[in-house]
């Protein structure tokens, strides 16, 4: 808010003066408005400035000013060999804005190329602070664990979503398909969620390469102009980022990271769900999802059983756990058919009738 007020004030400030000196030859109102159109081009220069890393703001001072040097000594060359008028001023005015830019821009480009570790001091942390950045891709932008992982506080710092990724997930939310639309809204939704995460700075960039057509090679080539990571879930775009020198924070490496460590001869008790591909096997899955082979527990189908693990397998893609069930030793638990309770009839017993003699008039025989 103070930084709003500053900017607020200088526009003003641009104002006033023009409106009092009236540079420009007009009236006085009109000086004012150019003085207030050009406050508001200085912020906005200002504010792109602001993304600009020190490298490249070094570098373009550093060519800027060979350039006015440079313009320098041409205008000393213009000036002897151009009689004096309104020709030699123009060609010594274009020769300093030439120059001027091409060193500016030359200087910006070529700036990524030094090395201001060296230096040591206030520039020493301007490498660690590039590669905080961190770069998010399409897919795990609609995976939606990035959010989870951010709310939790496991994730900070500055979060870029460059803009051809935000096109691409456009075109998947406005895609005919309704499958590829509600995954381009699930991102978008997830993308607002990460905007409300208090410990992040969410920054969308403009840069784009024209030259490169695939999102991936787009992704990798902005990395390495930030120096950042990319955050992603593609198996592919992780094994060519590695190749090329560039950072990968891979959500599934994270989430396989985090699953339960179980080593060969402990004892886990799963559900047999499923036959699986070889003989006489059972296929069970933990909470987290992962594959539970189970040798000799084909009939064992809808039962929870105490398997025994005899090995584990890491793979790019999960875990697999590889156990044996063996039926002297491991008890069968049917906890999922429970013993339905008989109603019990009472019996009520039944008094013996004894029998009535039977009276006849007259005297007994």
Not at 42 to 50: A, D, N, P, S, T
Not at 88 to 100: G, K, R, T, Y
Not at 206 to 232: S, Y
Request: aromatic letters at 6%; proline letters at 4%; one cysteine or more.
């Amino acid at each position: 808010m103070d930084l709003v007020l500053i900017r607020l004030l200088f526009v003003i400030f641009v104002a006033v003066i023009c409106y009092l000196i009236q540079p420009f030859g007009l009236a006085a109102k009109w000086d004012a408005g150019v003085g207030v159109a050009i406050g508001t081009a200085i912020l906005v220069f200002e504010w792109r400035l602001r993304n600009v890393s020190l490298k490249r703001l070094i570098g373009a001072a550093i060519g800027s000013v060979l350039g006015i040097l440079g313009a320098y000594l041409f205008a000393l060359v213009i000036r002897n060999s151009i009689p004096a008028g309104h020709t030699q001023s123009f060609l010594q005015i274009l020769v300093m804005m030439l120059m001027a830019y091409v060193g500016l821009a030359v200087g910006a480009n070529k700036g990524d190329l030094l090395n201001l570790a060296a230096l040591g001091g206030i520039f020493g942390g301007e490498k660690g602070l590039k590669k905080s950045y961190k770069i998010l891709d399409t897919s795990v932008i609609i995976d939606g664990r990035i959010a989870d992982i951010a709310e939790t506080g496991f994730l900070d710092g500055n979060i870029v979503i460059p803009q051809f990724v935000l096109r691409e997930l456009q075109l998947v939310a406005d895609s005919a398909d309704s499958l590829k639309r509600n995954r381009g809204r699930r991102g978008l939704d997830i993308l607002q969620r990460l905007q409300k995460v208090a410990s992040l700075q969410i920054s969308i960039v403009e840069e784009d390469f024209p030259t490169v057509r695939e999102v991936d090679l787009k992704l990798i080539e902005l990395a390495k102009l930030h120096e950042g990571k990319i955050v992603t879930n593609d198996f592919n775009l992780n094994k060519v980022a590695q190749l090329q020198g560039v950072e990968v924070l891979n959500i599934n490496e994270l989430a396989n990271s985090l699953k339960p460590i179980v080593l060969p001869g402990e004892t886990m008790r799963v559900f047999i769900l499923k036959e699986g591909k070889e003989y006489n096997q059972g296929v069970a899955y933990l909470d987290d999802g992962t594959m539970v082979v189970v040798d000799n527990a084909r009939r064992m189908i809808g039962k929870t059983v105490d398997i025994c693990v005899t090995s584990v397998l890491q793979t790019t893609a999960g875990k697999m756990i590889f156990g044996r069930w063996d039926e002297r030793t491991m008890p069968i638990r049917q906890e999922s058919a429970r013993p339905v309770p008989v109603p019990t009839v009472a019996v009520v017993p039944v008094e013996e009738k004894k029998p009535v003699p039977l009276v006849v008039d007259g005297p007994a025989k």
